[in-house]
């Protein structure tokens, strides 16, 4: 998947802009980034297009962000971030995590889910629904 294909389809599934998209899938990587390992964010990183990578690659912070924190408090520390509206958080980042399970392989996607709380897994669109990509187009 491309850079364009992936924040069009957050944009889509969201009901954002696309600079919406571009900058509340910046901030739900780098959250995502802050939850997971390590290696499972590199693994991430290298399937996923240039300019998306790199928020998944950034030097750990001194606060490293428990993984125990539920889906809320994960939607509120992306609208904690400089430019994202907070009104639109929550679509935003089910939208930004729904289309990283279309664009990166399965088992990447399943390891990444596996090191959050289950209810991360509720917060992802079906397979099939929304904005995105349709199985066989």
């Known amino acids: 998947m ?3 294909d992936f924040i069009n389809a957050v944009a889509t599934r969201a009901k954002v802009s696309t600079d919406q998209a571009a900058t509340i899938t ?3 990587l780098e959250t995502l980034a802050d939850r997971i390992s390590a290696g499972q964010a590199e693994n991430l990183a290298y399937q996923l297009p240039d300019g998306l990578d790199s928020c998944l690659r950034k030097p750990l912070r001194q606060e490293q962000v428990k993984s125990s924190l ?3 408090d994960f939607v509120q520390r992306v ?3 400089p430019d994202v509206d907070r009104a639109l958080a929550d679509a935003a980042v089910r ?3 729904t289309t990283l399970r279309e664009a990166v392989s399965r088992d990447e996607f399943e390891n990444t889910i596996a090191q959050l709380p289950k209810e991360f897994s509720q917060a992802i ?3 099939g629904a929304g904005g995105g990509r349709r199985p066989g187009s």
């Open 70 to 72: 539920g889906f809320d």
């Open 2 to 4: 491309e850079y364009e």
């Open 26 to 28: 910046g901030a739900t």
């Open 125 to 127: 669109e079906p397979v």
């Open 79 to 81: 609208a904690d971030r």
């Open 95 to 97: 939208a930004v995590l």
